[in-house]
């Protein structure tokens, strides 16, 4: 049984996402940040604007309207297409690391039904609809005079990069890089991913609250990811509005706060969770020590405690998409992917959390060189997120061995496995 099935079948956290390492607070680049046993740690969202340098609503033909986010004027493109439930934001580390090593610039948009992004046909996933809004909201953005592109693509987007590849979607393809999914592991876990869905909460109280649960579970293990991607994964149930519009309201009240703290109703809570709350490994060792200490918490500990989601009375934020409606497309999405992989034509990298995910296809492609393989140890499913600054070196030699750009400074090059 592959690591991804185990993880579903246990439904305790995301697939293929192990829990955050603990003890520790991650910031930008899965770098320690020193956080200790009993350190606070702020869950106040950020703005997209410390990562990207714009952000428009692109109108593609037919009306569909697109939330796209860009970086950079020279170099080659990177294409960046975000996971299921995820948005474009998801890339933010990544590329304000990238962009920093090589000469590229970076285009994200969140796909239909996902983050800001409105179209004629929410729920039309198919893989063939998903991969024509690549081609469609590229050709929208640079009217055919794109430079050379690199398609990167995780999880449920890195299949639709594959189809887009594989039917020719888009013009001027140099690269295609898929992060931690291939078709044998996606498709095993197919049969248990409803479960899991059912474990996640249905409702938060408040974006930090949805920023917390996403870090103490593992969804990601870098605390800084989890602070500008949660709110793309979410809407206001009231507005109906991604909840970006709110973070980033949030997250510039933060900045000008003279003290330097989170607002009142985005109050950052204590790393001390109560008994029923999700809890990091530290946190429920933490938590044994305190007992055997003293028989009941103040009354002060007990107000800053993290309140489980699902026992929020008043509900204001849910999740952007309901990905369970969705299953009557998963499949197609993942069909077949390996040999439509090895079939495209520009060069290609597979980057994975673990070995054990190679299917048969993609193992005899491996050793007949058809693409390069690159394994992160000790991160989880959303890699990009968990380690960007290691993710951001893998596709920067990657551009460099195939003579895509030049570099911009000093940074480790990573050899790839194969």
Request: hydrophobic share 35%; aromatic share 6%.
């Amino acid at each position: 049984m592959s690591s991804l099935q185990k993880t579903v079948l246990k439904n305790k956290m995301p697939t293929m996402r192990p829990p955050m390492i603990s003890g520790t607070g991650l910031g930008r680049g899965g770098r320690k940040t020193g956080l200790g046993r009993g350190a606070r740690r702020d869950f106040t969202p950020l703005s997209w604007n410390g990562y990207w340098d714009k952000r428009e609503d692109v109108e593609v033909e037919g009306g569909d309207v697109f939330r796209v986010y860009r970086r950079g004027t020279l170099g080659p493109l990177l294409v960046l297409l975000h996971g299921g439930g995820y948005s474009a934001l998801t890339w933010s580390l990544f590329v304000s690391h990238v962009c920093e090593m090589v000469e590229c610039q970076a285009l994200a948009f969140d796909q239909r039904g996902h983050g800001d992004s409105k179209t004629t046909d929410d729920v039309d996933l198919s893989a063939d609809t998903l991969a024509r809004d690549v081609g469609r909201v590229v050709d929208a953005v640079y009217r055919g005079q794109q430079p050379p592109v690199i398609l990167v693509g995780h999880s449920m987007g890195g299949a639709v990069a594959v189809h887009t590849a594989y039917d020719q979607h888009l013009g001027g393809l140099a690269g295609l890089v898929v992060l931690d999914v291939v078709e044998g592991t996606a498709m095993d876990a197919l049969t248990s991913m409803q479960s899991f869905l059912r474990t996640r909460p249905a409702t938060f109280p408040s974006i930090s609250n949805a920023v917390e649960w996403s870090v103490r579970t593992g969804q990601t293990r870098n605390t800084e990811a989890a602070r500008i991607s949660m709110p793309g994964q979410i809407k206001n149930l009231t507005t109906g509005h991604c909840a970006t519009r709110d973070a980033e309201e949030l997250a510039q009240s933060h900045s000008q706060s003279s003290q330097g703290e989170p607002p009142a109703e985005e109050a950052v809570v204590s790393a001390a969770p109560r008994s029923d709350a999700i809890l990091e490994e530290e946190a429920e060792e933490e938590e044994e020590t305190n007992k055997s200490q003293t028989q009941a918490p103040s009354s002060s500990s007990q107000e800053t405690q993290f309140a489980k989601p699902n026992t929020v009375a008043s509900p204001k934020y849910g999740w952007r998409i309901d990905l369970s409606s969705t299953e009557k497309y998963w499949s197609g999405w993942f069909q077949g992917l390996s040999t439509k992989f090895l079939a495209s034509y520009p060069s290609k990298m597979l980057l994975l959390a673990g070995i054990d995910r190679l299917d048969r296809d993609l193992t005899v492609g491996q050793m007949q060189g058809k693409f390069q393989m690159q394994v992160l140890p000790q991160c989880g499913h959303a890699v990009h997120e968990d380690v960007p600054d290691r993710v951001a070196e893998v596709l920067a030699t990657f551009m460099l061995r195939y003579k895509l750009t030049q570099p911009c400074g000093d940074f480790h090059r990573t050899f790839p496995a194969c």
